[in-house]
């Protein structure tokens, strides 16, 4: 049984920093790419951050360019997101997914972690 675990939310206030953990289990992670994605009150999900199986390629929508770093140690099974300069609009609930095949939909989700940056 796949499972995804996040970890490392909780409130920061503006300017802050939180990092961001997610533990996978039953599948063979070195094999997917693996993506964090967020979901705010009243609004639709949306892709935060991403990185290729082998770490070697990542990539981040452009409100979190710059501020925010996803990485991965595959001897660990767990995928990272360091965000830095936190602002309040990014408050949301953060999900991790595993994503076996790049041009198809990710595989399995997390429960999510809720991010509250305070003003």
């Known amino acids: 049984q796949v499972q995804l675990v996040e970890s490392g939310g909780g409130l920061v206030q503006a300017g802050g920093s939180l990092r961001l953990s997610c533990a996978a289990s039953?599948?063979?992670?070195?094999?997917?790419?693996m993506g964090w994605f967020r979901q705010a009150p009243g609004k639709e999900r949306e892709f935060v951050a991403a990185i290729t199986w082998s770490g070697s390629m990542a990539y981040y929508t452009d409100s979190v360019q710059g501020r925010f770093t996803v990485s991965r140690a595959n001897a660990k099974n767990t995928v990272y997101l360091q965000m830095n300069s936190l602002k309040p609009e990014d408050t949301a609930v953060y999900y991790c997914?595993?994503?076996?095949?790049?041009?198809?939909?990710?595989?399995?989700w997390g429960q999510g972690t809720q991010v509250t940056v305070s003003s």
């Open positions: 997914a595993a994503q076996s095949n790049r041009n198809k939909e990710y595989d399995y």
């Open positions: 039953g599948l063979t992670f070195s094999t997917y790419g």
